[in-house]
């Protein structure tokens, strides 16, 4: 039996995915791809993603409003997004934070938005997944001030450097890798990476983007694909690739509460 492993971040429901999601869940598990978090960021997408935890036992949902779409998210979006939150199967509010990279939402706005879903994950009592991109200050500066120290917080798909990762560890809070750590010119990732602590360390795929390494010309990316991105992590962290996959996924069963 392949060991089993977690992915705790892709996005099933984006149109890359969602027309063979079926197939691309069954696929997954063959290679040991077993659970799956699904991430909604459009509240348009939250009735596909519930149909498919009915029909497949291993998908857990999550979802917020990304920062790029922080400019439309009015009293009504923050509603949808609170109400599903509290729905079954939902282990997780998020992705939310800020990105600075694109800045498709004015600054000030993401931040404010940000703010208000930290306010109503805290209410439901969901850990919560960030996404930082060129914003790591501001991020951490808003997680502290809303009371999230020592809060179960992931920042999905990290990319920042190791100065950065050890003050989210200092934090209390845990960093993901994707495919990222397979690309040629990921140095500073394959470091972190290295050197999470053993404990409060996750993979993801973050598909339908970021195909690892050797596969990295796939597209779209799809779960079966975090099997080579872990292959590498452990070569990274000196331990084998079925010890790496029970760490990783008995941290991502603890951090989400699966049982």
Known sequence: MPAELFDTHCHLTFKELLPESDSVITTAASVGVTR????????????????????????????????????????????????????????????????????????????????????????????????????????????????????????????GSLAEARELWANGWWTSFTGVITFKNADASRQVCAQAPADRLMFETDAPYLSPEPMRKVRPNTPALMIHTVRLAAVLRGCTFDELAENSTTNALGFFRIR
């Open 36 to 159: 799956i978090l699904t991430v909604a960021c459009h509240a348009e997408e939250i009735a596909a993603a519930e149909a498919l935890a009915e029909r497949h036992p291993g998908i857990r949902l999550a979802g917020g409003v990304h920062p790029h779409e922080a400019r439309s998210a009015d009293d009504e979006v923050l509603s949808r997004w609170a109400a599903f939150w509290r729905t079954a199967g939902v282990v997780a509010a998020g992705e939310m934070g800020l990105d600075y990279h694109y800045d498709f939402s004015p600054r000030a706005v993401q931040q404010e938005v940000f703010q208000c879903q930290l306010d109503l994950a805290r209410e439901a009592d969901l850990p919560v997944i960030v996404h930082c991109r060129e914003a790591h200050a501001d991020v951490v500066r808003i997680l502290a001030e809303q009371g999230y120290v020592d809060r179960a917080v992931v920042f999905h798909c990290f990319s």
